[in-house]
């Protein structure tokens, strides 16, 4: 784990700015529908509108400035919300999942491109989702479990 936090360029690619993208939207639809002034933002910077179920999530990650590095296959990185519903805090049953919350689903601050090996370090190690969710406080104030600070992006 201390290889990858000490060398996170190599292994995360962070969003440059935070960004709500489609307030509302949840991952629960199997395809998305982008509204006309959405698709002309995403047509201006470069970026095809992703219909898939994650795609909203991509698409918010891309327009605020986030870089999805290429595997060797040639698929991009994986995009990871660091709030994943999976370890809660100390003395707490629940955390933010936030591909089932429309405050959440496409907030690129809470948006983050896996290296492979990262992508599954984040989802069977506690202490390194916890980092991954520290890091998004610093960068961006990022916290809907109010665990780092009182403020909420």
Not at 46 to 62: E, K, M, V
Not at 111 to 139: C, G, Q, S
Not at 145 to 151: A, M, Q, S
Request: glycine letters at 8%.
């Amino acid at each position: 784990m201390e290889i990858v936090r000490e060398n996170s360029p190599s292994f995360i690619s962070w969003p440059e700015r935070p960004l709500l993208l489609l307030p509302g939207v949840t991952r629960e639809i199997n395809y998305h529908q982008y509204p006309a002034e959405v698709r002309q933002q995403l047509r201006e910077a470069g970026i095809t509108p992703d219909s898939r179920n994650n795609g909203p999530a991509i698409c918010s990650f891309l327009l605020a400035g986030g870089v999805r590095p290429l595997r060797q296959t040639g698929k991009g990185w994986n995009i990871h919300h660091v709030y994943d519903g999976k370890f809660p805090y100390v003395n707490r049953t629940t955390t933010t999942h936030a591909i089932n919350d429309g405050r959440y689903f496409t907030e690129a601050a809470g948006l983050v491109a896996l290296h492979p090996l990262a992508h599954a370090m984040a989802d069977e190690f506690a202490e390194f989702a916890w980092w991954l969710r520290r890091e998004a406080y610093k960068r961006f104030g990022f916290d809907p479990d109010r665990i780092f600070g009182e403020t909420q992006a």
